[in-house]
């Protein structure tokens, strides 16, 4: 049975970071997609970063480019998400998500069958 479990959301100061974790427990599809999403009050929601373990291979969406960075540690099976500079506008509940298949791109949520609970992140002005 795979079960997501995210931590490490709060509220920061704008320009402050924060390092979000998802323990995959149960999950062990290295070539399928594992990302993290987030959705705001009264927004859809939005893919915010992706990979694929076994080519490597990251994707951002633009508007985190260069201030969030993806990870895995395979030593305890989680995934990481390292925000810097946030701003206002990060404000959101984020999500960890994994799949099973290989192919797409991994900020699309389609490519995704498993979703934690959700974190949330608060950026203040």
């Known amino acids: 049975q795979v079960q997501l479990v995210e931590s490490g959301g709060g509220s920061v100061q704008a320009g402050g970071s924060l390092r979000l974790s998802c323990v995959l427990s149960?999950?062990?599809?290295?070539?399928?997609?594992m990302g993290w999403f987030r959705q705001a009050p009264g927004k859809e929601r939005e893919g915010v970063a992706g990979m694929r373990q076994s080519e490597s291979s990251t994707e951002y969406a633009d508007s985190v480019k260069g201030r969030f960075t993806i990870s895995k540690d395979n030593a305890d099976n989680t995934l990481y998400l390292q925000m810097s500079s946030l701003k206002p506008e990060d404000t959101a509940m984020y999500y960890c998500?994994?799949?099973?298949?290989?192919?797409?791109?991994?900020?699309?949520?389609?490519?995704?069958?498993?979703w934690g609970q959700g974190t949330q992140v608060t950026v203040s002005a």
């Open positions: 998500a994994a799949g099973v298949l290989y192919g797409g791109r991994c900020l699309e949520s389609r490519w995704y069958i498993y």
């Open positions: 149960g999950y062990r599809y290295s070539r399928a997609c």
